[in-house]
């Protein structure tokens, strides 16, 4: 009658947490591994990554309301295949490939690379499954090929090889007590082996009749199996085997005929099962029960996202006090979302035995050697009580009390790690609490949205109607979508414009208002692809033409009062059109193009000639970028490489990586003072994406990516370095992204944006000394739409205006004026312009504006002296138990901000 028994679990509720308690910025899952791709450990959890043999790391906890880190480790050159945690050593992941080999790494912080300290030789084939023993220390199952090898670690030694498999393995597992061993092959034959006794299987037996991925997981019973897989209808299925009658299986459960991997995932403690497929987004969880023995399922979940692998966070990581019985991690494309499954309870101050009976240990109960030598042992089991042993207070996340707790051992004479080679943590462990499913009430603000940015209330406006240039017409709709679509300095503007001849108009800003209905223009001769101003000359424009020709014009200085057809000079070097103009940041005469012959040459305009040019690239040369000092020049191209030249030292790239994947267009850029490169693009689902790359470490790929939105337009990014402001916006959107890009992991955070009325051709922005500082007018810049040109400004609301925000103003470049000749860059010299202070004169910076002592407000004496009602002291009464009763170690929201003090913020945006 067992089978009529209402099972415990049968109220276990899975819960998906708010989008905002899911890990997000991880990049992009890679789908094209069959195995998990993703794994939990004690601290870290690792995932593919759509890099090939790039692994993902990001700590499985965060402390005092972190926000979390992604690094990448950089593992094999072809795909990660499988990779695994050890039990007892939380720095240890072993990885293995389709390259053939198997690495050891030492990972113990998330937010380092990780380094490799190991490497197995002769796995003979694709890595197909790894896994720990559960008891030994240093010993390791690896499924490769029709082979499968049993390997000490710690002497990076190969202990046995198993051939006895008549086609590819596809899983394998260890018994629970480390004697057994059982695989799944692709010749549908279930094999159980005792390595230590024969190479042969001690049994045998037809597995699923479909020979489709199939897994195998031994159960919480050492005489029971269950293997997932597909029948001979192709329906998926899961069945549970007795070694004691191994012919058939014991019982199956079937779920459906779609055609996706199943990745199964067991809890010994529970017996509870989780079933789900890449690429769907439903989760089954399953009740094995072996005596019966019968699977019955317990819940479905539908998820908002698809999966791309799932993994189980370890039992003592989890919330017990809660009654969370499992905590499921699924990869998604662009997030890892945590999954809890809990029972309601009544009580919660005590553990609840019945759910949560002692579990395996961080201790090893004996080494490799001792194992391979015929010694069996168990290890110790700990409780998930967190009152038998407590500890100092160390919380996960600000305002819940989840506390790093010492596990008691059951059995009091544990044994240390004999293992040699390999470090093994003490029977202390992590923490009750996952840290990641928590409920929002438990937490503070800041943790909920991560670290704000101190420019996170910008304002941009457009500025007054009177200060527009209107009137415009036939503007050029002709330029590559790269290009900024015009050109700006401090004095006019250049716009290309439609129609025959090449056309270009320069305006003066200065006269703004209504144009009249013909203008002067520039007669380039053939259509104009990139136009820029020289810095160092208000008065020189330099277009690149179709005809792979580059014209030098010099305005006068009243402005364009006739039509101009000859240019100063005409450069000549380019087989193909032009792609790219920019100039050199600190040297003048010194221009550099690039142009669909795939060249870069770089030209000194004192003497009209080429004088370096630049090789390397294999197809269309999307952007190029000067760095902030002037000595690297990067490049991005329609090969999906990034590439860093020192132009003087070589005509090769001293640098090269992946860039982005799709092919619709990019802009790069150096920021930070140079320490990284930025890289806008598109991924390989076309969305637009921010790259943010280590020019050091080019090759490594970017060390993080930030998806947009979808838009066919390239986001073209303008940045400030005085205030590492960043502010993106593509051709034809009405909306312009602005970031705060950091140094340090989370390296942006978003401010507010600007939204626009109308879609706008392209945004420009001038020198810091034309901001108007007095209005914290941090930038200023011009707005193009259809037919008019909009001056526009973006300000940071503060209160005390008489004062010079010096926290947001710091000493700026002198961009305007060279501080090297064209000849002595060429010779080898180098040299930074001046800077300046931007406060006006007479403004005290705030830094140093005194302090104003707080006022203390005190209620009038008939306040204290009134009659209370029944009513107002039931609420007093109320309110002191709620407050004597609440957490007083919460902070506050405010109290977390970064920035300036709050009274420097105005209350509203005006």
Known sequence: MNRFKASKFKNCIPKIPKKQDWIADIGVASSSSNVNNIKCGQRLIAYNTDSLGVLGLTPLEVVNGEKKTVSRLHCHSDLVSDFAFSPFNDNLLVTGSNDQTIKLWNVSEPGDAGSATGHLAGSGGPVRALQFHPSADALLVSAAGKTVNIWD?????????????????????????GVLLGTSCKDKRLRVFDVRKSKGSVQDAQGHDNNRDSRVLWTNSKNHLLTSGFNQVREREALLWDLRN???????????????????????????????????????????????????????????????????????????????????????????????????????????????????????????????????????????????????????????????????????????????????????????????????????????????????????????????????????QSTPGECDGFCLNYQRLA???????????????????????????????????????????????????EDGRIRVWQIPAKGLTETLTEPEIVLVGHNERIYTVRFHPCASDLLVSSSYDLMVQIWNLKTAKNVLTLQGHEDQIFSLAWSPDGRFLATCSKDQRVRIYEPRISNKPQQEGPGPEGARGARILWVCNGKYLLVSGFDSKSERQLSLYRPEELSCGPITSLSIDVSPSTLIPHYDPDTSLLVLSGKGDTRAFLYEVLPDPPYFLECNSFNSSDPHKGLQFMRKVDCAVR????????????????????????????????????????????????????????????????????????????????????????????????????????????????????????????????????????
Request: charged share 20%; proline share 8%.
């Open 775 to 910: 209005d914290v007018e941090v930038l200023r810049g011009v707005r193009l739409s259809n037919s008019s040109l909009e001056p526009m400004a973006f300000r940071v609301p503060r209160v005390k205006k008489e004062f010079f925000q010096d926290d947001i103003f710091p000493p700026s470049v002198v961009s305007w004026e060279p501080s090297l000749s064209a000849d002595e860059w060429l010779s080898g010299k180098d040299r930074q312009q001046r800077s300046i202070t931007l406060c006006p004169e007479g403004m005290i910076p705030v830094s140093q504006a005194p302090k104003e002592a707080p006022v203390k407000k005190t209620l009038p004496s008939s306040f204290y002296l009134q009659e209370k009602t029944d009513e107002q002291k039931k609420e007093e009464l109320l309110s002191a138990m709620v407050a004597k009763l609440g957490n007083r170690d919460d902070p506050l929201p405010q109290d977390a901000f970064e920035g300036v003090d709050e009274d420097e913020w105005v209350s509203e945006l005006y």
């Open 153 to 177: 670690i710690s002497k990076e030694a190969n202990l046995t090889a198993l051939n006895a498999h008549g086609d590819l393995v596809q899983g394998v597992c260890w018994s629970q007590d």
């Open 495 to 545: 716009l290309p414009l439609a129609g025959p001849g090449g056309q270009v108009a320069v305006l003066e800003l200065s006269q703004n208002g209504r144009l009249p209905d013909t203008l002067p223009t520039i007669q380039n001769k053939v259509p104009v692809m990139d136009l820029t101003w020289d810095p160092f000359n208000p008065h020189r424009l330099v277009a690149g033409g």
């Open 246 to 476: 191994f012919s058939r299986p014991a019982t199956s459960f079937s779920l459906d005929a779609s055609s996706g991997l199943l990745i199964p995932l067991y809890d010994v403690d529970t017996g509870l099962l989780i079933l789900a497929a890449q690429g769907e987004g439903t989760v089954y969880c399953l009740e094995v029960n072996t005596e019966t023995p019968s699977i019955a399922q317990i819940s479905q979940c539908v998820t908002e996202q698809q999966s791309r692998g799932l993994a189980l966070v370890p039992k003592l990581c989890l919330d017990v006090m809660s009654c969370e019985l499992l905590c499921l991690l699924q990869l998604t494309d662009r997030f890892i979302i945590p999954i809890s499954y809990s029972i309601p309870r009544k009580s919660v101050q005590e553990l609840q035995i019945d759910l949560f009976p002692d579990t395996a240990g961080g201790t090893p109960a004996l080494s490799a050697k001792s194992w391979w030598e015929g010694e069996n042992k168990q290890v110790q089991k700990v409780s998930l009580d967190p009152s038998r042993k407590p500890a100092p207070a160390c919380p996960l996340n600000v305002g819940k009390q989840a506390v790093r707790q010492e596990r008691e051992i059951v059995s009091p004479d544990a044994e240390p790690s004999e293992a040699s080679g390999i470090l093994s943590p003490s029977s202390s462990v992590t923490s009750p609490s996952s840290g990641i499913v928590s409920s929002t009430s438990q937490r503070s603000l800041q943790n909920i949205l991560g670290p704000s940015s101190r420019l996170r209330h910008i304002e941009g406006v457009i500025v007054h109607r009177n200060n527009h240039i209107t009137n415009l017409r036939g503007v050029s």
